[in-house]
């Protein structure tokens, strides 16, 4: 079934299970990780364990993926140029689009609207020297989790 129409029709359905942001951010630092070792790069990751540690409570699969879709690493690095960031047409495909220019275009779009259906939101920010996603997206603590603290969290990502 095609991604996009369900988004559009309203029959998309989110999981709701208990799951740790460690095991989200592990998962997508791998895929990097890995991508980054075909091209003879390092990256070295330091996530502090009070963040792995966080139980949180939503569709984890969709989480990891809006992740993995908004790393520069994983799946736009070959479009962004050198110093000038993401391309134009791009950007456009993602915030202001109905069609597409490309298939990193549509991605993000859906990614988008599906990180919407989870009350968070995307930026793309494109400063002198630099240009990344900044993503909120809200998750809220598990009902019957021994996780510290209570209510609801937000993580926002850069």
């Not at 997508?28 to 003879?40: D, K």
């Not at 939101?121 to 630099?130: A, G, P, T």
């Amino acid at each position: 079934m095609d991604l996009e129409r369900v988004l559009e029709d309203g029959s998309f359905e989110l999981d709701r299970d208990e799951f740790y942001l460690g095991s989200v951010i592990n998962a997508v630092v791998s895929q990097a990780m890995f991508l980054l070792r075909e091209r003879g790069l390092q990256l070295i990751r330091d996530i502090p364990d009070e963040i792995k540690s966080i139980a949180a409570y939503g569709d984890q699969r969709r989480t990891q993926q809006l992740l993995a879709e908004y790393n520069p690493v994983c799946t736009i690095q070959e479009m962004a140029c050198s110093g000038e960031g993401l391309p134009p047409e791009l950007v456009r495909d993602m915030f202001h689009s109905s069609r597409w220019t490309s298939p990193e275009g549509l991605g993000l779009s859906v990614c988008r609207k599906i990180l919407k259906l989870m009350n968070g939101e995307v930026q793309y920010i494109r400063e002198s020297k630099r240009s990344y996603f900044f993503i909120i997206l809200e998750l809220p603590v598990p009902p019957l989790s021994t996780a510290s603290g209570s209510g609801d969290m937000m993580v926002m990502m850069t």
